[in-house]
């Protein structure tokens, strides 16, 4: 079977999942969660079944820069309908399932670049796990961030009636939901570079160094984050700030250096 079946099959289910989850909220309602969660499984499946045909080849793993997207992006949904059976988290879902939507459809369609098959050692792979969790999780966070900061500024202005803000939880339970989203995606984002120092042949390579720079600037973002939180008691907006940069950082770290290498340099 090729990839374009599950890929389309996989957006329809997106779109349609964003579509009721939005038409809830638009009503003044909750979205039946039993339903949510099938739709998201079943386009997580077609999501799953169309990256694996366009990941592995007979030579190795390809990860270009929009299946790298599409992949980061399935991991991230996957998370919050796991996180979302436990916690409240299931309002994120109208921000992902579009999302899983544009990469699902840009990693089937869009034009690739030159991106290097990786066939590599367990060592290899495991560093790529814990960077693709790692930003998968920080993305959530940067998500969360974003939610948080709309949350704010309707409660300051006295619209607290906004129909999307209504299906919120509490400002403090969002904010403690992103402090430990970053607590999580951190840590992975430490074994990340941990496991990249043990088992990459030079990080500092001239195609690695601007990544790893990047990416160790924003370890450090979200390390200060976590102990102005721990000690100074950071909240609100110079959170929020803190974790835009950082993910800023990151995302820059890994697609802004893919797409300088696969589509203007070409290597």
Not at 30 to 56: C, E, I, M, N, R
Not at 180 to 202: C, D, K, P, Q, Y
């Amino acid at each position: 079977m090729q990839p374009l079946l599950p890929s389309l099959a996989a957006a329809c289910l997106y779109a349609g999942a964003t579509a009721y989850h939005g038409l809830r909220v638009g009503q003044r309602g909750t979205p039946a969660q039993a339903l949510l969660t099938l739709l998201g499984v079943l386009a997580l499946l077609a999501h799953g079944a169309s990256l694996f045909q366009q990941l592995f080849t007979p030579l190795g793993l390809t990860l270009d820069f929009f299946r790298a997207a599409s992949l980061i992006s399935a991991a991230v949904i996957a998370v919050i309908l796991l996180a979302a059976q436990l916690i409240p988290v299931h309002n994120l879902l109208l921000l992902l399932f579009p999302l899983g939507c544009l990469t699902v459809l840009l990693a089937q369609f869009a034009p690739t670049g030159t991106a290097q098959l990786v066939n590599a050692s367990t060592g290899i792979f495991s560093h790529i796990l814990l960077s693709i969790l790692a930003y998968g999780l920080l993305t959530i966070a940067m998500f969360q961030a974003l939610l948080l900061l709309l949350q704010d500024h309707q409660l300051k202005h006295k619209h607290p009636s906004a129909r999307l803000i209504r299906s919120f939880p509490p400002l403090q339970t969002m904010e403690s939901l992103l402090i430990g989203f970053i607590w999580a995606g951190w840590t992975l984002l430490s074994l990340s570079l941990l496991t990249g120092w043990l088992f990459v042949e030079n990080l500092f390579a001239q195609h690695l160094m601007h990544k790893t720079l990047l990416s160790c600037f924003a370890w450090v973002v979200f390390g200060v984050l976590l102990w102005g939180r721990h000690q100074l008691g950071w909240r609100g907006h110079k959170a929020i700030r803190l974790t835009l940069a950082g993910f800023c950082l990151l995302m820059l770290a890994y697609f802004g250096s893919k797409l300088v290498r696969e589509f203007i340099l070409h290597i």
